[in-house]
């Protein structure tokens, strides 16, 4: 793997460092009821609605178990990674049902106290983005990947397939540990024969303009390419679960 200084210059580092930080929430998972799954900001941060495309009955369920960047923090819903996947996969004739499970703060700890309650939606797909927070509190590698490990368990054994998006931290952090932690998402992976998407969050983190102004969020622009991050494998696991 090549180290993160090496491709990283110290603005992209800081813009990395905002985009990572935007996976911290006001509160923390276990602290929020389910009327605050989903985090808005004011209206000013609000882009014009996008009209949902039409599922079909029978089509595959996606449920996507992460922190405030699956969550589309100051976004509308309709704004947000998951939503737009959804409209390039059903422009791609691969619809899905989208079941929205960002919480923002939340940990790996936090994704596997809730997971169980996601499965009762009986997703086909799961799609895991979490541990970022779980790195910016310099949480132990080993920790973050035994509860990551335990989501992608639970997942398989409701019958669903999960899809891993890997995560970065910056350099800033020490080299040991940014490698050790990115390179954690790997193995998992690896060892689990996982769908896996390494380093979601590079495209976003170093382009200041795919931000909100206050740093620390992606715009909708960053949303987007997240999606275009994510539509590739996803199509294949669509038509995987569907054959």
Known sequence: MVPMTSWL????ALALAAALLAACGPAAAEDRSSEQLL???PPR???PAVPAPVIPAGAP????????ITAGLHLPQDVGFPAVVQRLLAARELPFELVLAGVSGDTSAGGLRRIDWVLKSKPDVVIIEL????GLRGKPVDDIKANLAAIVQRVR???ARPVLLGMLLPPNYGQAYTTSFSDMYEQLAHELELDFVPGFMRRVGMHPELMLG???HPNADGHAQLAEVLEPLLAQVLRAVSS
């Open 131 to 134: 541990g970022g927070n779980d």
């Open 157 to 159: 054994a409701a019958g």
């Open 39 to 41: 985090d808005r900001g």
């Open 9 to 12: 210059s110290r603005p992209c």
């Open 61 to 68: 369920k996606v449920a996507f178990l992460g922190d405030s």
């Open 45 to 47: 941060a609000l882009a």
């Open 214 to 216: 206050d740093m620390l």
